[in-house]
């Protein structure tokens, strides 16, 4: 967190200096990580950071991964598509090669949202394997 505010404070001395302006979203009050951003969660600011917002529709009910301070630019790592997947959730894994469709019963090791890589137990065979969420909950995995 401590590299983050020299960052902040070297752009806007920059900004300053050349005189250029331009907005970007910050949270008006703290964001619990876990939680679905809301439009009362955003504010505008003047400034630029790299990796921050600045259209508001592309924020809009994504997932806080961390929480965000009120004030702080919203980063691009700091939020992701909401979780569709909790811990310890029984989850199908989907293993497709081909005309070959094999599914399974497992256990969420972790969660995760559609798109994200996924850490499941197979419960059958108590074997860790690791695959992508599909916007249906399931988990795919091999190629």
């Not at 997932?63 to 919203?74: C, D, F, K, Q, S």
């Not at 989907?94 to 256990?107: C, D, Q, S």
């Not at 559609?114 to 197979?122: E, I, P, Y």
């Amino acid at each position: 967190m401590f590299g983050r505010e020299i960052w902040l404070l070297i752009v806007a001395l920059l900004m300053l200096a050349t005189g250029a302006r331009a907005e970007m979203l910050v949270a008006a009050r703290t964001i619990r990580a876990q939680a679905l951003i809301g439009p009362a969660d955003l504010a505008r600011a003047e400034g630029t950071m790299p990796e921050a917002f600045a259209d508001p529709a592309v924020v809009l009910g994504q997932e806080a991964r961390v929480a965000i301070y009120a004030g702080r630019p919203i980063l691009a790592g700091d939020i992701g598509p909401p979780a569709l997947v909790e811990r310890n959730q029984t989850v199908t894994l989907v293993y497709r090669r081909g005309a070959l469709t094999i599914l399974a019963e497992g256990r969420a090791l972790g969660r995760g949202g559609a798109g994200d890589s996924l850490r499941a137990m197979n419960i059958a065979s108590r074997t860790t394997i690791t695959g992508r969420v599909a916007a249906d909950g399931t988990v795919h995995v091999g190629s």
